[in-house]
Every structure is written in C-alpha cells, then in structure tokens.
C-alpha cells in the first residue's frame, strides 16, 4: 500500500502510532482509531437527510478538528462549509483549504477580532456571531482596517443558557446596528440549544425543542416586521436535528458528533424508547492491556490523559465480559471477572465525550477492513484561543 506522502521519515512509536498496512495488534497504543466504512455511512446518512429536508449542513468542525474530515464531509455528505468555535481553530481549517466557516461563538479579543478580519480579506469565507452591540463596533473597526467585510448572526438565546441575547429588543438592536455598519453584513439568527442536545428521554427532548424554535421562530418574526430580512437560521445538533429540519424555519444544521458518536449520544431516546439508532460508532481509542498480576482486574494504558470522562467512563466496545471501572492519569482499569484479558491484548473503547478527547490527540489512525487505510493529522488540535 502507498504510504501518504507527509508521513514519509515519521517514525511509528515516536512521531505516528501507525502506518497504512498495519493490522490493529501492530498499531501502537494509546490512539484515536476510526472505522472508515462506519464514518462514511454516518456521512452519507446525514447529508441524505438534509438534502430531503430541504436544508444546509455545516457540521461542527470543533468536532473532530480534522480537514480530512470536513473534506469528506462536503464531498459526501454535502455540506456547503463547516462550523468553528475559535478564531485560530478556523484559521487551521483555512490553511488546509477549508474556507466556507461559521465561527458559531462570541469573539472578544480585540487580537483575534483582527485576525478574523484578515482571513476575510485574504479571501476566506467567514461569518461570526454577535450578543453585544460593543462586538458590532469593534468588528466594524477591524474590517475596515482590513478593508474587507465581514457577515455577522445575531445569536439569540433559545434556552441553552449560555451565550445570546435574551430578549428580542436587543436582536433587533443589534440586527439594525450590523446593517447600518458599511464593512458588515448581516447574516441571520444564529439559534443552538447546547443542552437540549443530550436529553435522554425523546419527549423531553421533543418538548424542549419545540420551545426551542418557537423562541427562533419569534426572533425571525421580530426581524421581518422590523424590515429585515433573515436569510439564515442556524443551528441543531445531532440530538435534535430532525425538530430543527422538520420546523420550515432552520435553513442549516450544525450537527458534528453524528460522524464519530460516543456514549453520551448512544444514551439518547428515539421516539419508541429505544437508544437512537440513526448513527453508527465510528471513532474508538485503541488501548493495551499492561498489567494482569491481580486476579479479576485488568489495566489498559488508556488513562484521563487520552480521554475526557466528563461524561463518563468509555465503553469496551463488543466485550461483556470486561468492564472499564476506573481512570488515572496514564492507566485504565478494567474488570476482568472470567481471566479472559492478557498482556498486550487490544481493545476498543467508547469515549464517553468526543469532542474533547479528539482533542488530546494528533492523530486518527484510519482502517478499513482490519487494516490501517491512512493516518489523518487532528489538524486544529489545541486551537483554543
């Protein structure tokens, strides 16, 4: 198999955990493994979706912060661009030819407000959410310095309680100050309801996104008898997309755990009850097993350094007779009740969280049909600020 390029010279235990060609038990651990067959449905099985429901898909780049990904998913899955949530997160993404970007946040900093301008200028794609008149002056300032113009979302607070104004006299404020500014225009209603995401029962689910985009329909209404036309509504996640698509007001989603999954998602309710089942796992951290000197316990290499457990522990995947129980800062421990597990045995875990565990990583070990296909840079790791 032609190994990629860029890994040429890259040492496998040193600088990469893997090669292309390599079967799972060569792969050096702890790592970030896809399913690539997995990702590639997921993909599919999304963009299909919007594309029936009539509406865009930016999935969220802060994600899985990787350009291969977002790559695949516009030629795949359709999507028209991605979303960041940092300045220098899309500035990543812009240098690998990503450049159609929402940055879906707030940005203060007087710095990065200059370093978001000057991606406008340099040709980029990039629009910006907006909760504080001060923000449109300050964004004005730096896109006339820049001499560029730069799109800006008014975010409004749907029930997630955290960013957005909260009140419709100050979208309407902040609407009308983003179309009189002459460097600026104005983009539409950024609407995301973060919390609704992970609702585990469909109804109270169902329930808060009915409230959710009632609040984003109001939004929309208060624009338009002001005058002013809304040519997007954002938002959406992969807990709640299909209120969001199904609502004829939301023109895009936002989705982005939908590609890889974790154990939070898998937890939430379809309308029968039963676990959602619209997504495949496809993102694993690949661990060793490095000690069995004490009967019915195992420990893997796979400790707090390699995963966020903010939403718990990771799950063995396809074992019931093992149990991840605890985590320290380089070691995992696990249940071994029958004495199955031995030294250097491999096994895939289910982060609990995807998000922040992609991004304690620099790579994802790519396979396909049991061996490595090709490693992909976490291209935007660390890109906080």
């Known amino acids: 198999m032609k190994i990629d390029k860029f890994l040429d010279g890259l040492t496998v235990g040193y600088d990469i955990p893997a090669l292309p060609g390599m079967r799972q038990e060569e792969i050096v651990t702890p790592c970030l493994v896809i399913d690539l067959d997995r990702l590639e449905t997921n993909l599919r099985t999304m963009g299909d979706f919007a594309r029936r429901s009539g509406?865009?898909?930016?999935?969220?780049?802060?994600m899985h912060k990787s350009a291969d990904i977002a790559r695949l998913q516009m030629?795949?899955?359709?999507?028209?661009?991605?979303?960041c949530q940092k300045v220098s997160e899309a500035e990543a993404f812009v240098r690998a030819g990503i450049t159609d970007i929402l940055i879906s946040n707030e940005i203060r900093n007087p710095l990065m407000i200059d370093r978001l301008a000057r991606l406008c200028a340099e040709g980029a794609k990039i629009s910006v959410c907006v909760d504080d008149p001060d923000a449109v002056t300050q964004l004005q300032e730096a896109a006339v310095r820049h001499e560029t113009t730069i799109t800006c979302l008014v975010e409004?607070?749907?029930?997630?309680?955290?960013?957005?104004?909260s009140t419709l006299t100050e979208l309407l404020e902040i609407a009308r100050a983003i179309v009189a500014a002459d460097r600026l225009d104005f983009g539409g209603v950024q609407a995301y309801h973060g919390m609704m995401q992970h609702i585990v029962s469909y109804?109270?689910?169902?329930?808060?996104?009915?409230?959710?985009?009632?609040?984003?329909?109001?939004?929309?209404?208060?624009?338009?008898?002001n005058g002013i036309r809304c040519p997007r509504v954002t938002g959406g996640?992969?807990?709640s997309y299909a209120f969001e698509a199904g609502s004829r007001l939301y023109t895009e989603l936002q989705c982005g755990s939908y590609a890889f999954m974790d154990v939070d998602y898998a937890r939430i309710e379809d309308e029968s009850g039963r676990r959602c089942q619209d997504f495949d796992q496809a993102l694993?951290?690949?661990?060793s097993v490095m000690s069995t000197s004490s009967a019915g316990r195992a420990v893997c290499d796979a400790g707090l350094k390699v995963q966020s457990v903010?939403?718990?522990l990771p799950l063995v995947h396809d074992r019931d007779d093992v149990a991840y129980v605890s985590a320290s800062d380089e070691h995992g421990t696990l249940t071994d009740p029958y004495g199955h597990l031995a030294?250097?045995?491999?096994?895939?875990?289910?982060?609990?969280?995807?998000?922040?565990?992609?991004?304690?990583?620099?790579?994802?070990?790519?396979?396909r049909h049991g061996r490595v296909e090709t490693i992909w840079p976490v291209t935007a790791r660390g890109k906080a600020f």
Not at 203 to 225: C, F
Not at 347 to 363: A, E, M, Q, S, Y
């Open 55 to 62: 509406v865009k898909l930016r999935p969220h780049g802060k």
């Open 75 to 83: 030629e795949i899955g359709g999507a028209t661009g991605i979303c």
């Open 156 to 165: 409004f607070e749907t029930g997630g309680r955290r960013c957005g104004v």
């Open 203 to 225: 109804e109270d689910r169902r329930s808060a996104a009915i409230k959710s985009i009632q609040h984003a329909n109001a939004a929309v209404e208060m624009l338009r008898v």
């Open 237 to 239: 996640g992969t807990g």
């Open 284 to 287: 694993f951290l690949l661990t």
């Open 310 to 312: 903010d939403s718990g």
């Open 343 to 367: 030294v250097g045995d491999r096994l895939r875990l289910v982060p609990g969280h995807c998000d922040p565990t992609c991004n304690l990583h620099d790579w994802y070990v790519v396979m």
